[in-house]
């Protein structure tokens, strides 16, 4: 008989595998020992997060059989696992009350299908060069404060070996993150659907040159990640300190037409790239993730829980009878009443 897994041992594989970053104890949240127990906040008030490596919700002893690695917990995911056996889910980015149960609170819903519920954000960053690896260069130089910004991260590294071309990092990226067939398969959805104007992220935010042409040379890249506050003036010193960079990489973020770095990018002579957006980094940081609880936990089935959002136009949503529905609740419910 296989051993049986508890929740404490998911706890100490996720430990084991961040190298003891997980909270192990009540003092770790308010004592600031842990420095990835963070709180994140736009100063938006009552919007803030404390993200809080390791076990959020659950009891220690509790049995675990099957596993979901997901990126964003949300009520799809909830619902997704209670039906399909699913008794932890590991979350890469942080969750809180309400926000990622629905609206709900998650020890009741979770509580309800006896789901123990773990994260794992920042205290999984920096364990891996695989977004490097994934774009096709190698980082010999890692910022993760540039300019003294907080999270404002700076790659530089050498294009591998076989990464000669802007073109070679962008098939690179597509056969990596098998961007064909999500183009095959929303045609697919378009068609079933009787609608060719379903978007998909992955497909409608692939990667993308911005700036030259796929035969132009790459031997050294600046990674960046434009959310972050990466500006023009940090491209012009970054370019400065590291001669011989010729490709700029923006990846989870990307830039759009009108954003000052692209100019900044074209006067330096760049070439511009737009690698994955945030929707594939399911691939990027929760493929290893699983794979490495899987290995170090093979009693339990592991399995991903992969996001894929589209937009539909309001007109081409459903089927008649839910139009005509959507109509009705809005004309005697929702529309003020002329007197
Ligand atoms: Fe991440
Ligand atoms: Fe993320």
Redesign the pocket.
Known sequence: MSKKILVKDVVEALDKITGGRVVKSPEDYTSGKNPFVVTKSSNIPGKAVTETPGLVCGNLNQEVKKIAVL?TLTESCIELAGATGVDAIIA??PMADAANAGGVLLNTYLGLYNIAAFEL??A??GLHPGLSYLHGHKAYHVDIRYKGIPGNILYVGDALPEIKTVGDMLNRLNSLMNTKQEDELLDYECKLRCCQDICETSVSAQGEIIVGEPTNKVSKVIHMFPHTGFTPEHLECAVQEHPGVDTLLAT?SRVYPGNPLIDKAKELGLNFLCGNS?AL?IM??GMPLARAVQTLLPEVEVVLFKERVTSVPLDAFGTKEIQDYARLITEQFLLPKNN
């Open positions: 990126m890469h980015h954000h920042e999984f960053h989870i945030h980094e990027e940081n």
